[in-house]
């Protein structure tokens, strides 16, 4: 099977209440990941954009972005979901033979949207979107039951938020680089028990551009130093309904970084840093136990060794993670240009030091009902 490389990597700042239109914010990205692989968007022969039409509030979402992409007489499609999965696709696409370079570019606008009244309509209408659930208040029933599965506090969850705003400090992108304690986290205001403001992620607006090349491509258009190789990727669906579903199992993750790990040919024991979905402060323990990082229901020991921490065994979330920065559609495809950015060693303050295999994780449905896991190296 050919290989596919990442060549080209465009972030936006992100931030809250940006005043760019979802094409300006495409534009920006766009045009940055071409600059970075070093070529013109004449080398792009197809499009994917990961996009909504719920959070733009328009059909069709991506047809709002297809010039500013550089889709103008070329082919795109729509991946709605995490960027992760829009990865998937565009690799997919180069693949199949098809194509040979493939923009994909996610954008959100959370500042625009009602997050609560759109996470509640992916529930059951009959009966379980009438009784008000959304993405805060169901990640609060998983919470709760990770903790009671394996005897966890609230203090345990704080501590990832703390390390996470914490490693926002080093990445000028960032929403909310932060100096704070459990403390804070603990008096911060209750959202939905045991979930406070500080275990949550913000609001964010971004956008985040890849370009992803063929072998034959990649090697004609790019330095062996921009290319970073997808060496493996899994993903798997876990059921729809929440109470067909223990919360506190991550089967469909394990199946997922089973799959990643086994093409990659590597396991966890051999990655050197880990984005880590955590859109929620305890999610990043329980993935990181589903990705084979930690037996389950250790991964808060674990953190409090330091073993997680930026400069620690293994570094998760250098960038800040989604507690500092939440582009919903955006997050898993930023966290692949973090990895990308380390591996190349370009990662600026927040390096990882000698990077040659990176872990990027991203989520979709409530309470990661699926998940997409990725591997990356040199």
């Given at each position: 099977?050919?290989?596919?490389?990442?060549?080209?990597v465009?972030?936006?700042?992100?931030e809250?209440?940006?005043?760019?239109?979802?094409?300006?914010?495409?534009?920006?990205?766009?045009s940055?990941a071409?600059?970075?692989?070093?070529?013109?968007?004449?080398?792009?022969?197809?499009?994917?954009s990961?996009?909504?039409?719920?959070?733009?509030?328009?059909?069709?979402?991506?047809?709002?972005?297809?010039?500013?992409?550089?889709?103008?007489?070329k082919?795109?499609?729509?991946v709605?979901?995490?960027?992760?999965?829009?990865?998937l696709?565009?690799m997919?696409?180069?693949?199949?033979?098809?194509f040979?370079?493939?923009?994909?570019v996610?954008h959100h606008?959370?500042?625009?949207?009602n997050?609560?009244?759109?996470?509640?309509?992916?529930?059951?209408p009959?009966?379980e979107?009438?009784?008000?659930?959304d993405?805060?208040?169901?990640?609060?029933?998983?919470?709760?039951?990770?903790?009671?599965?394996?005897?966890?506090?609230?203090?345990?969850?704080?501590?990832?938020?703390?390390?996470?705003?914490?490693?926002a400090?080093?990445?000028?992108?960032?929403?909310?680089?932060?100096?704070?304690?459990?403390?804070d986290?603990?008096?911060?205001?209750?959202?939905?028990?045991?979930?406070?403001?500080?275990?949550?992620?913000?609001?964010?607006?971004?956008?985040?551009?890849?370009?992803?090349?063929?072998?034959?491509n990649?090697?004609?258009?790019?330095?062996?130093?921009?290319?970073?190789?997808?060496?493996?990727?899994?993903?798997?669906?876990?059921a729809?309904?929440?109470?067909?579903?223990?919360?506190?199992?991550?089967?469909?993750?394990?199946?997922?970084a089973?799959?990643?790990?086994e093409m990659?040919?590597?396991?966890?024991?051999?990655?050197?840093?880990?984005?880590?979905?955590?859109?929620?402060?305890y999610?990043?323990?329980?993935w990181?136990?589903?990705?084979?990082?930690?037996?389950?229901?250790m991964?808060?020991?674990?953190?409090?060794?330091?073993?997680?921490?930026?400069?620690?065994?293994?570094?998760?979330?250098?960038?800040?993670?989604?507690?500092?920065?939440?582009?919903?559609?955006?997050?898993?495809?930023?966290?692949?240009?973090?990895?990308?950015?380390q591996l190349?060693?370009?990662?600026?303050?927040?390096?990882?030091?000698?990077?040659?295999?990176a872990?990027?994780?991203?989520?979709?449905?409530?309470c990661?009902?699926?998940?997409?896991?990725?591997?990356l190296?040199?």
């Amino acid at each position: 099977m050919e290989r596919v490389a990442v060549i080209g990597v465009g972030q936006t700042k992100y931030e809250k209440g940006k005043r760019e239109t979802f094409a300006e914010l495409v534009f920006e990205v766009a045009s940055k990941a071409l600059k970075d692989a070093g070529i013109t968007v004449k080398e792009v022969d197809n499009v994917v954009s990961v996009s909504s039409d719920f959070w733009d509030g328009r059909t069709i979402s991506s047809m709002a972005i297809s010039d500013a992409s550089g889709a103008f007489g070329k082919d795109i499609s729509t991946v709605e979901g995490d960027g992760t999965f829009g990865a998937l696709y565009g690799m997919m696409r180069i693949l199949s033979g098809s194509f040979g370079v493939t923009m994909v570019v996610a954008h959100h606008k959370g500042t625009e949207s009602n997050m609560n009244g759109i996470t509640n309509t992916c529930f059951d209408p009959l009966v379980e979107r009438k009784l008000g659930l959304d993405a805060v208040s169901s990640a609060a029933l998983q919470a709760r039951r990770y903790m009671t599965a394996y005897g966890l506090s609230e203090e345990q969850f704080a501590m990832v938020s703390v390390k996470n705003h914490g490693n926002a400090k080093r990445n000028p992108l960032a929403m909310l680089p932060m100096d704070i304690t459990v403390e804070d986290v603990m008096n911060s205001p209750m959202l939905a028990s045991p979930l406070k403001k500080l275990d949550c992620s913000p609001v964010t607006d971004g956008a985040c551009a890849l370009v992803l090349a063929a072998e034959r491509n990649a090697k004609k258009l790019t330095t062996n130093k921009k290319r970073v190789w997808l060496k493996g990727v899994g993903h798997c669906t876990d059921a729809y309904r929440l109470g067909d579903r223990d919360l506190a199992d991550t089967r469909a993750l394990k199946e997922a970084a089973s799959k990643a790990y086994e093409m990659a040919g590597v396991g966890p024991g051999d990655v050197d840093i880990a984005e880590v979905y955590d859109a929620f402060s305890y999610m990043e323990l329980m993935w990181l136990e589903g990705l084979g990082f930690c037996d389950d229901g250790m991964a808060a020991e674990y953190l409090e060794r330091g073993v997680f921490d930026f400069g620690g065994e293994l570094p998760v979330n250098p960038s800040g993670g989604r507690l500092s920065a939440n582009p919903v559609q955006v997050a898993g495809l930023a966290s692949m240009a973090e990895c990308v950015l380390q591996l190349r060693g370009a990662a600026g303050k927040r390096q990882v030091k000698g990077a040659e295999t990176a872990l990027a994780h991203g989520i979709n449905g409530m309470c990661g009902q699926s998940h997409c896991v990725w591997i990356l190296g040199k």
